[in-house]
Structure formats: C-alpha cells, structure tokens
C-alpha cells in the first residue's frame, strides 16, 4: 500500500520550455502532498507543500510564479516548471501524506523526476 | 536553526557484520526522527520513526536509538547484506511547525 507514482522519470528539454511533473497517489487519498528538489549528495531540499484544494505553501526562496503547483484532487498534485532554464535542472521528488494522518506519520515518495535543460 | 549531520564519507562493511549509521542534530530535540533508505535515482523509501520518549524501535534487523541528550540516532542493520547498500537519510520532525528536516544522507555500501 501508499504507492505514489511521479511522472515522468526523466525531462531532457531545451531552454524556455515549460515543463509539467505529475505526482499521484496510487491506492490512498493525499491530503497533503510534498515537492522536493535534490542535488547530488545533498539533502531533499522541500519547496513547498500543497493541500488538496488549497493554495500551496512556497518554502522562502523558492519563487511561486517559477515553479507552479496545483493540487486539484486527492490523488494529483502537479508542479510546472516554467520557462525552465539550465539551473532548473535538478531532480525533483514529490511525496504524499495520507489523508487522516498526523503530522508525524512518513511521507511517501515518488520515484523523483530528472529534469534536465539544455 | 536546525541542523542535521550525517557522514558524508561512504561507510564500507563486510558483509555479515553489523552497520551502524549516525545522525547528528544541533539545537532543539524533535519530536520524531524518522530513517529512510535511498537508493540511486529514486524516491526515499520510510524505515522507521521514532519518538522523542522512545529509547530504541526495532524492524527485522533494523535498530534505531534516539539519544536526547547526545542529540544523536543510530542506525542499525544486523547481518548485513549487499542488498542494503544504499544511502540511507535521517529527517527530523519538529513539533513547532510539523516540517521535516532532512540530512544529506550517508551511503552504505556492504561488500560480499
């Protein structure tokens, strides 16, 4: 069980495109759901978090109109990657909270998504 | 603010023997600290949590301790495999704001 799925696994695009990441939670509800950026050897860096039907909470530093997120369902949240430049290229990850669940119960991942501007 | 140390350098154990990982952190004591396994190119994949009045949980051959006032969990694999090679992240959880706190990781690599 708690099976979320990100797609796509990998984005090779060229400078100025705009690219859209899906992140869905298989088999439970996600109140909450959780975008990730990760470097090499580095930490998950969180960029915000999205609640089902809300706006999303952007981490300080992380620009809203860059990186654009929707949570429309219980199952689906969506970060767009806009006018992606080469220091957009990353690997991003989302995660999902169940629904009903505390705070402190672990999040589930997806399997991150590989962006990479040319 | 908050800050979490892990071994930055790869940990190399023979296989059969037990690893046993650190986490540090500075400042307050979470309320939670959860273990997760990352192996390359993909998501996080949730261990074990812990809480702050709890000594030590078990899970097959993982063992994790959370020491308060070392400000300090270990991580435990018994009879370890080369199938746990992988980097493995501790996350802390605040009680102020419920947001996790992520270290870099540490990679385990068990030779056969």
């Known amino acids: 069980g708690a099976v979320v799925s990100q797609h796509p696994s990998r984005v090779i695009c060229k400078s100025g495109t705009s690219v859209k990441i899906e992140c869905r939670s298989l088999?439970?509800?996600?109140?909450?759901m959780f975008w990730y950026r990760q470097f090499p050897k580095q930490s998950l860096m969180l960029m915000a978090t999205?609640?089902?039907?809300?706006?999303?909470?952007?981490e300080q530093g992380v620009e809203k109109d860059k990186f654009l997120i929707n949570h429309a369902s219980l199952t689906l949240s969506t970060l767009t990657v806009t006018s992606a430049h080469p220091e957009d290229s990353s690997f991003y990850i989302c995660?999902?909270?169940?629904?009903?669940?505390?705070?402190?119960?672990?999040?589930?991942f997806g399997d991150g998504t590989r962006l990479s501007i040319l | 603010s908050q800050k979490i140390e892990q071994n930055s350098e790869a940990l190399n154990i023979q296989e059969g023997k037990t690893a046993t990982l650190t986490c540090n952190y500075t400042?307050?004591?979470?309320?939670?600290l959860q273990w997760y396994r990352q192996d390359p190119g993909r998501g996080p994949v949730f261990l074990l949590l812990?809480?702050?009045n709890e000594k030590e949980k078990r899970k097959e051959r993982l063992k994790v301790t959370f020491d308060t006032t070392l400000k300090q969990s270990l991580f435990h694999i018994t009879a370890s495999q080369p199938a746990d090679s992988a980097t493995y992240l501790c996350?802390?959880?605040?009680?102020?704001?419920?947001?996790?706190?992520w270290g870099a990781g540490t990679k385990l690599i068990i030779k056969p």
């Open positions: 995660s999902a909270r169940g629904q009903g669940t505390y705070s402190n119960q672990p999040q589930h």
């Open positions: 812990i809480r702050e």
């Open positions: 999205s609640n089902e039907g809300s706006k999303a909470t952007y």
């Open positions: 400042n307050y004591s979470p309320a939670y």
């Open positions: 088999d439970f509800q996600a109140t909450t």
């Open positions: 996350a802390l959880l605040m009680d102020s704001n419920y947001q996790l706190i």
